[in-house]
């Protein structure tokens, strides 16, 4: 069964950086798009991004565009998440998900089972003011 891992979340300063990877296992994800997504604590979990699986089509949350960029290798089976200027609203614990198919739909940034099927387990991002 196909696994997802996320990485590279902590604590940093408001205006700073943070990478996050999403490492796949147990199958390739390369023929379909992932989302991020966070969710802040009393929160619902909301979309960030979405890449297609070529990496060809990318779309952001207007919160976030214009200081986050993702991107993916599919030859290490992995997805990122670069972010920068980073404010404390920022602040959840942000989560990768596989899509059903290849392109990111018109929806992409709802957390819906008929789109994304595996999920992450979160890494927790903290920024301080």
């Known amino acids: 069964q196909l696994q997802l891992v996320e990485s590279g979340g902590g604590l940093v300063q408001s205006g700073g950086s943070l990478r996050l990877s999403c490492a796949a296992s147990?199958?390739?994800?390369?023929?379909?798009?992932i989302g991020w997504f966070r969710q802040a604590p009393g929160k619902e979990r909301e979309g960030v991004s979405c890449?297609?699986?070529?990496?060809?089509?990318?779309n952001y949350a207007e919160s976030v565009k214009g200081r986050f960029t993702v991107s993916r290798d599919n030859a290490k089976n992995t997805v990122y998440l670069q972010m920068n200027s980073l404010k404390p609203e920022d602040t959840a614990v942000y989560y990768c998900?596989?899509?059903?198919?290849?392109?990111?739909?018109?929806?992409?940034?709802?957390?819906?089972?008929?789109?994304?099927?595996?999920w992450g387990q979160g890494t927790q991002v903290t920024v301080s003011s």
């Open positions: 890449i297609s699986s070529s990496g060809r089509f990318t």
């Open positions: 147990g199958g390739s994800v390369d023929a379909y798009a």
């Open positions: 998900a596989t899509a059903k198919v290849a392109s990111c739909s018109s929806m992409w940034y709802r957390r819906d089972p008929i789109f994304y099927e595996y």
